[in-house]
């Protein structure tokens, strides 16, 4: 039987984590508590950090918003200023799970079990970002993709946690989404997911594009080279095919129960004739509200 910790303040949560360094620190548990039913007479100390008020909320701070790491996704979801400014992340919590999960699960949790398949993943990395990470003495701020090093593989210091999550707004791209691949339509892990933000032009070319993929590697990819040969490129069948050509270079995947790595790199290259629908739709709507 595990023994469980619910510190109400930061002070308490450090003086447990000081007194157990080897306790495993969780908010939702919709990750942890999976991995410890497969433990054989786990008795790993639990500390849950769900009830500390400092590590909770959401807050627009002008420049950039901050989102405690043990908020729920619900609450994120439903936050003016992240539906605003950031509407490719909540593309992907829509599509996290189920209302159960979304309502027990947090950022933080899935940051920090650091799945490749995570769904809130490729929208940090494109959205570019910063993670507060806090001990009883030190606070540090470091990015996203600098995080995380691997599956389950995080970049965190016995005695350290995940306190919140900075995004800057302003980014100049009004195209968002998210698209996911999965074996069934709800509850599905990513066998591929991706996320863009895109800006067009008026004749409909392609003028920025930032695009993150999870699940085909062992961290989250990012390919920089495509999005530089993409910029200034029309949003047609062509071009997309010959960058999914490109995209199989940057590309890791592996085979699992879910899917077999030659799978994987064919949809990835395949999701990117995406772009055109969603940019289309989005052309679409500038005319129709535009001025």
Known sequence: MNRVHLPRSLEGAWEI?????????????????VKLQGEARSRAVLVCLERIRELRGIRDAGKHVWIGACTPYTEILS????????PVLSDAIRKLGSP???????????????????????????LEATLEIRSHSNTRRIPVQDFILGPGQARLEPGEI????????????????????????????????????????????????????????PTVVRPLPIETQLAGAPLDEKTLREAGAM????????????????????????I?????????????????FGP
């Open 247 to 270: 995209l199989q270079a940057h590309l890791f995947p592996i085979d699992d129960i879910r899917a077999s790595a030659r799978y994987r790199r064919r949809v990835s290259a395949n």
């Open 272 to 288: 990117l004739q995406r772009l055109r629908l969603r940019g289309k739709a989005s052309m679409k709507d500038s005319h129709r």
């Open 17 to 33: 984590l000081d007194r157990v360094p080897e306790a495993r620190v969780y908010a939702g548990g919709t990750d942890l508590f």
């Open 79 to 86: 936050d003016p200023s992240v539906q605003e400014h950031f």
């Open 100 to 126: 159960l999960i979304r309502n027990m699960g947090t950022m933080g949790g899935n940051i920090c079990t650091a799945s490749p398949a995570g769904d809130t993943l490729p929208p940090l990395y494109i």
């Open 162 to 217: 995940l306190s919140g999550i900075e995004i800057q707004k302003g980014h100049p791209y009004p195209v968002h989404f998210y698209e996911k691949v999965g074996q069934r339509q709800a509850l599905a892990i990513a066998v591929v997911s991706l996320a863009v933000m895109m800006r067009l032009s008026e004749a409909g070319d392609i003028e920025a594009i930032r695009m993150a993929f999870g699940s085909v590697a």
